[in-house]
Structures are given as structure tokens and as C-alpha cells.
């Protein structure tokens, strides 16, 4: 029996139309947990907000009991079990109750450092738990624990450069999320034993991009060393002086590095200007990788080396979504190499490679999308998940501030474009790179309006075709976190050249959270005739007139800890037709139409049978989508088009990127 088993035993169909379950840890949110549930036939609720539960139970859930409707309803309440009588008397009186914590589940281990973990991190915990039975351990006996049997991670095996090298290359190249008080404690041990007194374990070891910069910096220095003349130990630049001893040249971290300038995590350095002496480079070939010495033939083997890359990891149906989210972010690199410099010996086999991938991407979201918008992570799983993200950091200071920027309809692979022309503009900027799912379907009035409201779309269904409400719901949401109106501020219609100054009117001193929409890109998008290549000629163009550099100037020099996101990508789409609907339809798309009627929906689908009728998951009862199959729109047959509204990669899998100035922190 795993730990999933002993939650499941209880979920059982039919032995009570309500279920209610206290649950202080989230365990009922993890992934596999609720799938399976969902898959029982269980309708899952939790409980947050008073006046929006009473809502949706009053007019979905209420109306189905009385109609004598089977219904295995299961809500859930993120507290002690005595908090479950401060819920309606109704539903009490009705109801069978359970409850699930983590004390229950890992009964000698430190629930202060547990609770900190990831719950998909449980299943390696409980199996060490079962295998080593530890006796009744502190805070940092069950840290040391954890990192030894959860991440891999012992201290008594990092003892050298190269060890430490692995460690990190292992979790920074998989994107591992370690809890802070983990990483802390990892520091602590090394820190006592005197190592790696050159290096600056607080940020390398924790963050990723700051990692990559002290590879990226001291490479240069390696091949100075091993490839010319006269090694040189570089001076410091920008953020860290260069180690000279990161053994680049270990075996098993070659591997690493060569995917990392792969993936374009790590940029080759130009050997015309280093005056390298081709013997050394003979005898160090495994080096090419990262050197530029012919850019239009590296260009075209890192295109082929990425279309087997990618095409060798892609994430199967029983994939976690962390796999999806790591896999997008690398397609992404891809799309923007592949309209750099379109091969025609590669073009079947990325065509392939797509195929591919949206047969995959369908299969696993159509099987595990439900159980994405309850999920409880470090970082947002999905868009509506933001607000609160936003909030526990503005928890951790009174003095702090958030700024959300909403791109609407930027993909991740025009990120990638706007990221470049930004730091060539500012140099000083710190851009780490997240993903988050958006809501499907993939339209502005319910993706945006989620990342606002903080909510799935089933609880502002009144407002789901039009944006005019987003004020509203973000002041409201925030409202309920405490906050006054004077400390909260919106505003939308910016990416023009007088942005910056209607954003300095919005704020005062008191402004501690501010929402910002910027459309230039899905206006972009809308009048777009020359498909992916297209976008990202414009979008770059854009970017190049500084008007986003100003803004985050102005964020930034206010004080703002910025967040950047988006509402839905897009793609290049070919149509199929235009659906023969008349007035029936309640949204026309091209990506996707939505009905209030299921006999409507179907009657079109009929028309067009490769069309998806999506379930409405977090959407309300009525609003039922028809999406266009893979790269297909709802428009004239063979028109090409670059639209958004369906369930590819790139209309779902959006930027969430952290904004903040760097630090120069230098070694000594």
C-alpha cells in the first residue's frame, strides 16, 4: 500500500451523494489523488470562499439533488477537522465526514519540514519511510532524511567540485524544486565543513539561472585555459568572477553541458576572437559544442540534435505535468531555431516531431487536465493560481510590492523573442523563466479573466464573454486578502508609446499590487497574414521600440517585484470550414465555437467529426466548447491563419516569468 492507497480506500461510489473532508495539507489536491477520485466518478469542490461556494452549489450541484440525480459530491475544506462544523448546517446534517493530515501519513517524521514539500514528492518519501522506518526525527534529522532519500542529494558525498558540479547539473537541468529550508540546510552542512569557499553556494544552489551564469562565465575561462596560448584567468564581469577549476571536462558532466548549450541554456562563445590553436582543439574536440566556429552549421546540427532531443523525451500519457511544462519550454527553442532557419532536409521530420507531439499533448491533457486546477504547488500550476502566488509574497514583507503584467496572447516561443530583445536593452535585468498551464479554451474571456478573478471560470460565469468585469474581480479578490482599495490598482489597453505614463498616474505610494494587461501582442496576432515566422518578426520589432524595457524601468524603480504572464499562446492554423450555425452559437473562434446546448454542439460536430467536444472542466454546466482538431480553424478550407482557442502546446503552456534587478554578488 503506497500513501495514495490509504486516502483512496475511503472514496468508495454511492455510499453518500456528499462527502465533507477536512484536509489542513492538501493531500486530496495531489495529481494522481485527484484523478483518481474524478475517475470514481467524484465531482470535487473546495471550499475557499462563503458567497462563491453557495453559489455554485446552489446552481449547479442543489438542482441535480433534486431532480433525484446520481451525485458523489465531494467537498473539501483546507482545515482541522472541527472547522468542518463552521460549514453550512444543510450540508453538514447531510453529509458523511473524513479527514486526512500528514501527521497521519508520516507519523515520525518533522511535519514542519514535510509540509513543505511538493505532494508529488510523497511517493519517495513514503517508500523510504517503509524501507528505513526511521525513529521520531527533528527538523534537521528529517531534512537530511529528505534529501538523501527524496532528492538524491547526500552531503557525505559532495566532497569535491565535481561532485558538487553533478548535484546541481542533476537538479537545475530537470528544473527540481527543493524547498527553500532544504536548500538552507545543504549550505549549512558544506558551509561547516569548509567547502567550496570560492563559490556562492546561497544562489547557485538555488537558482537555476544564477547557476547557469557562473557555467556560462566560467567556460569562457576553461577554453582560454585548454585551448590557447596564454590562459588567462578572466576578471569578474557582471555577476560572479570566474572559478578556474570547474572541471567542464568529467565525463559524466560533459553529457550535461553539451545538452545545456543544446537547449540554449548556455551560449557558445566566439572562437574567432580567442585565437584558439587548432592542435588543442583537436585534442579536445568534445568542445566544439561550445564554441561557434561555422554559426550557419552549428545552426543546422542544433536543429537536427533537438528534433531527436525532443523527440527521444517526449512525455508519455502517464507523464506528470512537470514533464510537459520542462518538454514545452525546450519546443519552444525549437519553433524559434526552426523559422530562424527553415531546413528543407529537416522539414519532414519536424512535421513528424509535431504530429507527434499534439497526439501526445491531447492524449495526456485529455486524461489529466481535471486534476490541474486544484493542484497545490511552490509555483502556479495554472493562470488562476497567480493571485495566490502573488500573495504569499506580499506576505513575507508589509514593504512589499507585486506587479502582474498580462501579455495577452503571447506564446512562450515569442517570449524567447521579447526575452532576447529585453536584456540586449537591459543588461541588469534577472528574467527567470516558468510555465503555467491557461484554461481551456484558450480565449481571453476565460483565461485572462481567471488569472484575475483567481478562480476557475465556473465562478464568475456571468462575465465569461466579455473582459469588462477583470477590474472588479481583482479588486474583490484582493479585497478578501485584506487588502484597501488605494493599495490595489488595474489597468489595461497598454503597449502604446504613452503606457509608461499612464501607468505612473495609476500608482501612488500606496499602491502594493498592481494588474496590468498589455494587448499589443494579440492585436499583433489578429492581423497576422504571415503565420509563426510572422509573429516573431513583429513581436521583435515591437519589443525593439523600448516601450516594455520603459515599463519595467518604471516597475522597478517604484520598487515592484514583477510577474509576467499570459493569457493563451497561439498557433498557425489551416482551415477546415466554416461551421453552418447560423445565430446558435454562443462564441465563434477559430480555434474553438461554444454552445449553451448540447444538441447544438453536437450538430456542428457532426459536421466536422475530427472536432473535440471539450469537457467543461472548471467551466460552468452551460459553456460547452467545441475545439478544432490539432492545427485546424473554423475558417475558410486551406486558409492559413495564426489563432488561438484550442489545446495545443503553445496556445496552453504560457510564460510566467519573475522580473527583478541582478545582484552583483562576487566571489573572493
Known sequence: MNWRDRILQEFTPQVAPLTLVADPDSLLMEAGILQTIQARGFEIVSFEDAIAFRYLYESHYRPRLKRGETLDLVVVLKAETQELQKLPYDLIKTSRKLNFSLGNLFPNLSYTVVNVLDRGDFDALYQAQTQHNPQELGDNATKDFVLRHVFNIDPDFIKQTSDLLLSLLRRHSCNQQIPTT??????????????????????????????????????????????????????????????????????????????????????????????????????????????????????????????????SSLPGSDAKYQDWLKFAQTWAKLIVLWQEEKLSNLENQFIVLQEKLDNAFFCWINLHYGALYNQVANTPVMLHQIPRFLER???????????MIVLDGLAFDQWLILRKVLLAQRPHLKLRDEVV??????????????????????????????????????KQYWSKQGFNGLEVAYLKGLGEANSTSLVEE?????????????????????????????????????????????????????????????DHGNIEATGIGQPKEGATGDLRGERVRVYSDSTLRTNIKNQFPSSIEWHNLGLPAEYLPLLAPSRKAFIREAEKIVAHGGASVEELIVPFISISIINNILLT
Not at 483565461?447 to 468585469?469: C, E, H, M, V, W
Not at 497574414?529 to 516597475?555: I, Y
Request: charged fraction near 20%.
Open 182 to 311: 532544504l536548500d538552507e540546510r545543504l549550505i549549512q552542512i558544506l558551509r561547516e565543513r569548509k567547502l567550496f569557499s570560492k563559490l556562492p553556494l546561497e544562489t547557485i544552489i538555488s537558482d537555476r539561472q544564477a547557476f547557469y551564469t557562473l557555467l556560462q562565465q566560467n567556460w569562457l575561462n576553461f577554453v582560454t585555459q585548454k585551448l590557447t596560448k596564454s590562459p588567462q584567468v578572466s576578471e569578474a564581469t557582471g555577476t560572479y568572477t570566474t572559478f578556474t577549476d570547474l572541471p567542464f571536462d568529467n565525463e559524466d558532466i560533459r553529457i550535461y553541458i553539451n545538452n545545456l548549450f543544446l537547449e540554449g541554456y548556455l551560449q557558445p562563445i566566439n572562437a574567432d576572437e580567442l585565437g584558439i590553436i587548432p592542435t588543442n582543439l583537436q585534442l579536445n574536440p568534445w568542445m566544439k559544442m561550445g564554441l561557434r566556429i561555422d554559426p550557419k552549421a552549428e545552426k543546422i546540427k542544433r536543429s537536427q540534435d533537438l528534433i531527436q532531443l525532443l523527440d
Open 437 to 474: 498551464f491557461a484554461w481551456l479554451p484558450t480565449i481571453t474571456s476565460v483565461s485572462r479573466q481567471a488569472i484575475f478573478a483567481g478562480n476557475p471560470p465556473a465562478y464568475f460565469p456571468n462575465s465569461l464573454d466579455t473582459t469588462a468585469k477583470e477590474e472588479s474581480l481583482w
Open 506 to 566: 495609476k500608482i501612488s505610494p500606496k499602491t502594493r499590487i498592481l494588474g496590468l494587461v498589455v494587448d499589443t501582442v494579440d492585436k499583433i496576432m489578429h492581423g497576422m497574414q504571415l503565420g509563426t515566422a510572422g509573429m516573431h518578426n513583429q513581436v521583435r520589432q515591437w519589443a525593439e521600440l523600448g516601450l516594455m524595457s520603459h515599463l519595467l524601468d518604471l516597475l522597478l524603480e517604484n520598487g515592484f517585484q514583477i510577474f509576467l504572464t499570459s
Open 393 to 403: 509574497h506580499l506576505e513575507a514583507s508589509k514593504t512589499n510590492k507585486a506587479a
